[in-house]
């Protein structure tokens, strides 16, 4: 049984280095099959790992998950709450539009669409992964967007949906440009600050 756990670590950390040089290339067009035959292994051992695409996309992004959770519970302690989503949400940004596939990684439905300042800490709207990418952002973003409702920074009913949307659109929308950070963040910008200047 050691034996067969120490194979399946090892099959299990081939694939993943294989799938992110695929991701990368091909974004979230990689094929599973390709993955599983560049890595040495059956197709059955690709999926017995990762099920779906989805599961291997968000494998491939998990560190970089890890990292936006970081950064805003970083955030979290600065004092002003709309400097502090926008920080977050730029950086949010820049890391979609940085890897191909991520923001395919990042798209999710969640049941409801519970404004922030209604979820109790910590139990924020999942999606229907239960420890999908934008599950655990949500997670980890919750209490910025949280504070900006209560301070009125933000305009009120918005949710970490609304942002993921915007993130992911912005992303999407970005990726085959010639400048695809620098547009991304003039979209960004425009988002925040509208269409029109203020009176």
Known sequence: MTGQRADARRNYSRIL??????????????????????????????????PTRQALLEAVFQERIQALGRRAEELSRTEDSRAALLDWLRDFVEYAVSA??????????????????????GDAPAGDVPHSCGAVLDSAAAPLLRRALRDGTVRPGVTFHDLITLVV?????????????????RLFTLAVEGLSPSP
Request: proline share 7%; aromatic share 4%.
């Open 17 to 50: 280095a294989v799938a992110e040089a695929e991701v990368a290339r091909h974004g979230a067009a990689a094929s599973l099959e390709q993955v599983a035959r560049t890595a040495g292994v059956g197709s059955a051992t690709v999926r017995r790992h990762f």
């Open 100 to 121: 191909r596939g991520f923001a395919d990684a990042l798209t999710y439905e969640p049941p409801t669409d519970t404004p922030a300042g209604d979820v109790p800490a």
């Open 169 to 185: 659109g912005i992303a999407l929308a970005t990726e085959h440009h010639a400048e695809p950070s620098a547009q991304a963040g």
